[in-house]
Nanobody, 121 residues
Framework: VQLAESGGGLVQAGGSLRLSCTAS????????IGWFRQAPGKEREGVSC????????YYAESLKGRFTISSDNAKNTVYLQMNSLKPEDTAVYYC???????????????WGQGTQVTVSS
């Protein structure tokens, strides 16, 4: 199982970014795929999650309406569209996968290397 994130960068407040998480070694139809983030000095927190097999999605309450998770099965890729970005969204964003993972929890087994998102004010 390998996960590779991309799409991070520097953006001004109010801007948008789309993160990508490309999976290899498995097809994620029956897996929970989650996006998490960790800001300096803070604990890792769940951002969003999906499980295609049952159509479930999860968003952190504070991010609802600004972030959207989606997937492209043909590319084995999960996306996180982030709009109206704020300086407090600055963090390293990780995707993670777990066949038995539960959206809303953070103890996923497989993790990508992370991608930095920096939002300037």
């Amino acid at each position: 199982v390998q996960l590779a994130e991309s799409g991070g960068g520097l953006v001004q407040a109010g801007g948008s970014l789309r993160l990508s998480c490309t999976a290899s070694g498995f097809t994620f139809d029956d897996w929970a795929i989650g996006w998490f983030r960790q800001a300096p000095g803070k604990e890792r927190e769940g951002v969003s999650c999906m499980r295609k097999s049952d159509g479930s999605t999860y968003y952190a309450e504070s991010l609802k309406g600004r972030f959207t998770i989606s997937s492209d099965n043909a590319k084995n890729t999960v996306y996180l569209q982030m709009n109206s970005l704020k300086p407090e969204d600055t963090a390293v964003y990780y995707c993670a996968a777990d066949r038995f993972g539960v959206c809303g929890e953070t103890d996923f087994r497989s993790w990508g290397q992370g991608t930095q998102v920096t939002v300037s004010s």
